[in-house]
């Protein structure tokens, strides 16, 4: 969802779905450049992934697998900022 807010707010070009070793997702900036990111559920595995990847990593905390909307409108506004300061410090 945030990464489908931040294309129709025009701070993206697109992004995809890869689920590859160590990557997740690659996100087309606004200069036509991609970034490859993982995103992790704990800091434990953000601690893990860094480890053995040299690919930039979100966590993203939810234990709910169906959160109820003013928790979702957090997570994704969280995660929204997160991608942007990724986008931001490459």
């Not at 997702?25 to 595995?45: A, C, Q, V, Y």
Request: aromatic share 6%; proline share 6%.
């Amino acid at each position: 969802m945030a990464l489908q807010e931040l294309q129709s707010e025009k701070k993206i070009l697109g992004f995809k779905y890869i689920n590859g070793a160590g990557e997740d997702f690659s996100i087309r900036k606004l200069n036509d450049t991609w970034i490859l990111f993982e995103i992790k559920s704990s800091p434990r595995g953000a601690k893990k992934h860094r480890q053995r990847y040299i690919t930039p990593c979100l966590v993203i905390k939810n234990n709910q697998p169906h959160p109820p909307a003013d928790l979702r409108a957090k997570l994704v506004a969280q995660a929204k900022q997160d991608i942007m300061a990724l986008i931001n410090n490459e």
